[in-house]
């Protein structure tokens, strides 16, 4: 047989065993990320998730971070956000700082200190302000809990997780801070986007184009925090 069709057979004999185990959601996810052109140019580009595109959209749209600002990252693995955070502040060189935390374990990068730990366990918000050694600039939440296929069991989990997020900015970030956050569409009414609006000098939605479009995400973007 030629080298040709051995690798053809080879093929179709890994096709065949990837479908027998895998689930329909699974298999659908990953034919998605395989055509997926921001995957491709996560991979290209060195970013470990195509979401940090969705950040780097947001950032040079709406010019995010800065150098030498302090920066906090609620649900950072595998570490996309952080990589463009850490490049924006520069804290592989040693100005401004930026810290991740995730309940996975994430692989050390440079200029960022990772904790893992579930960010709504009581003890979560002293740690990274321990590791901040101050107050934040910036506080991101890209947090999103696995979802369970039942969507309002889903849109709850991601607004708890917005909503906690935002209490916490509230807590850490200086005078003039920003707060980005993943919601759902339609999820940010009420008290969340009330509470935003009263302390924070421009709040809005925005959907960048990384986003899927399928995908009822969506981001709260909170701009220049007005302190406590
Ligand atoms: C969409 S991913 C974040 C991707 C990341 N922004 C990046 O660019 O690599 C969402 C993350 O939120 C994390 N997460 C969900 N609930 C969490 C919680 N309670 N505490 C900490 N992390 C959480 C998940 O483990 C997951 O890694």
New binding site residues.
């Given amino acids: 047989m030629s080298d040709e069709r051995k690798a053809g057979v080879r093929g179709l004999k890994q096709r065949v065993k990837t479908a027998r185990k895998r689930t329909l959601s699974s298999q659908r996810w990953l034919e998605r990320q395989l055509n997926d052109p921001y995957v491709a140019r996560a991979k290209r580009e060195g970013y470990?998730?195509r979401?940090?595109y969705k950040?780097l959209e947001i950032d040079e749209k709406h010019r995010l971070l800065k150098p030498g600002q302090r920066v906090v990252?609620?649900?950072?693995?595998?570490?996309?956000?952080?990589q463009v955070a850490a490049r924006k502040v520069g804290s592989p060189e040693g100005r401004g700082k930026v810290v991740g935390?995730?309940?996975?374990p994430i692989e050390p990068l440079p200029g960022v200190d990772f904790v893992q730990?579930?960010?709504?366990a009581p003890e979560a918000p002293e740690r990274l302000v321990e590791l901040l050694g101050g107050e934040a600039d910036v506080v991101l939440s890209?947090?999103?809990?696995n979802a369970t296929g039942h969507k309002k069991t889903d849109h709850l989990k991601i607004m708890g997780?917005a909503e906690a997020a935002a209490e916490f900015a509230r807590s850490v970030l200086a005078p003039g801070g920003a707060f980005l956050a993943k919601v759902l569409q339609g999820g940010t009414e009420g008290a969340l986007l009330t509470d935003l609006k009263r302390d924070f000098a421009t709040v809005r939605h925005v959907k960048p184009a990384a986003s899927r479009s399928d995908s009822a995400e969506l981001y709260v973007l909170a701009m220049g925090f007005r302190g406590r």
């Fill in positions: 470990r998730s979401a940090a950040l990252d609620l649900g950072a693995a595998p570490g996309g956000w952080a935390i995730d309940l996975l730990l579930d960010f709504l890209d947090m999103a809990a997780l």
